[in-house]
C-alpha cells in the first residue's frame, strides 16, 4: 500500500499502467480515498521478476516526488524496509533505530520488519 495527496491519487494507477503496458493483465487502485491510503494490485498470468523490476523502485520514487509516502496501513514489512528512503530522511531512520534499540535491545520484537538493513 501507498498513500498519495488526492490530487494525485489515481494518477498513479494511469503511471502504472502506461509504464507496464502489455506485460501485465490489470493494474488497479483501491483503498480508503478518505485519507489517501492506496493498494496497488497488478496482475500478472505469472510471477515475472523484469515485471517487479519495472514496478520497484519506479513507484516509491514516484510516489516520494508527488509527497506520498510507500508505506500507508499496512506499514514497512519486511519487503519495504530497505525502500524506505523515498519516505524517510536519513536523520529520521536513525533515530527510529535509536527508538526500537532502546525499546527492543535484543532486536526480538519484530525482528527484520520496519527499519532497513543499512
Same mark, same amino acid.
Given at each position: 500500500?501507498?498513500?498519495?495527496?488526492?490530487?494525485?491519487?489515481?494518477?498513479?494507477?494511469?503511471?502504472?499502467?502506461?509504464?507496464?503496458?502489455?506485460?501485465?493483465?490489470?493494474?488497479?487502485?483501491?483503498?480508503?480515498?478518505?485519507?489517501?491510503?492506496?493498494?496497488?494490485?497488478?496482475?500478472?498470468?505469472?510471477?515475472?521478476?523484469?515485471?517487479?523490476?519495472?514496478?520497484?523502485?519506479?513507484?516509491?520514487?514516484?510516489?516520494?516526488?508527488?509527497?506520498? %509516502?510507500? @508505506? !500507508?496501513?499496512?506499514?514497512?514489512?519486511?519487503? &519495504?524496509?530497505? /525502500?524506505?528512503?523515498?519516505?524517510? %530522511?536519513? @536523520? !529520521?531512520?536513525?533515530?527510529?533505530?535509536?527508538? &526500537?534499540?532502546? /525499546?527492543?535491545?535484543?532486536?526480538?520484537?519484530?525482528?527484520?520488519?520496519?527499519?532497513?538493513?543499512?
Amino acid at each position: 500500500d501507498i498513500s498519495l495527496p488526492m490530487s494525485v491519487f489515481y494518477d498513479s494507477i494511469l503511471v502504472m499502467k502506461e509504464r507496464l503496458g502489455k506485460d501485465v493483465t490489470r493494474v488497479l487502485g483501491y483503498g480508503h480515498i478518505g485519507d489517501g491510503n492506496m493498494h496497488l494490485n497488478v496482475t500478472t498470468p505469472e510471477y515475472k521478476q523484469d515485471v517487479m523490476d519495472k514496478i520497484e523502485p519506479f513507484l516509491y520514487e514516484w510516489t516520494s516526488k508527488h509527497k506520498g %509516502s510507500i @508505506s !500507508a496501513e499496512h506499514g514497512l514489512g519486511f519487503k &519495504k524496509r530497505n /525502500f524506505i528512503h523515498y519516505s524517510k %530522511s536519513d @536523520s !529520521a531512520v536513525f533515530l527510529m533505530k535509536q527508538i &526500537k534499540s532502546v /525499546f527492543d535491545p535484543k532486536g526480538i520484537m519484530n525482528p527484520y520488519k520496519v527499519l532497513p538493513d543499512n
